[in-house]
């Protein structure tokens, strides 16, 4: 099992700062969004009038970036904001986002949520079981 030093140095440092992967991209196309959306189009479906929601492992915002356009309240978390900053920007200011390790580290405390998304993040921590 890697340490906790080498997980944070992965993701800090080296995770969305290097070659793009399948599961990222430098860049993405309108389709590779709009695929995207797909997901979260369909997530929608069942979360209809829950305004309040938390991405844990919120990587690059696409999914706070497509509820935000619906007027959700959007809160994200994650361990860098490298990705955030990279792809979506433009969210920051209108989220709230923490840069926290979400397996070690307490964050939202004091918030309520209506609806927590954790897409993309059990095969990137060690504990799983400790983040559910």
Do not use: W
């Not at 990279?86 to 926290?100: A, P």
């Not at 405390?109 to 990137?124: C, G, S, T």
Request: glycine letters at 4%; charged letters at 30%.
């Amino acid at each position: 099992m890697p340490s906790k030093k080498e997980i944070s140095n992965l993701y800090v440092k080296e995770y969305y700062q290097k070659t793009p992967s399948k599961s990222y991209k430098i860049k993405y196309t309108k389709s590779d969004l709009k695929f995207n959306e797909i997901d979260y189009a369909l997530s929608e479906i069942f979360i209809k009038n829950k305004r309040k929601i938390l991405d844990i492992g919120c990587g690059e915002g696409l999914l706070l970036n497509f509820f935000l356009k619906k007027k959700y309240k959007c809160y994200g978390v994650d361990i860098t904001d490298f990705g955030i900053k990279n792809q979506n920007k433009h969210i920051l200011k209108n989220i709230v986002f923490e840069k926290k390790d979400i397996i070690n580290e307490n964050f939202f405390e004091n918030e309520k949520f209506d609806v927590i998304f954790l897409l993309n993040v059990a095969e990137h921590v060690i504990d799983f079981q400790k983040i559910i």
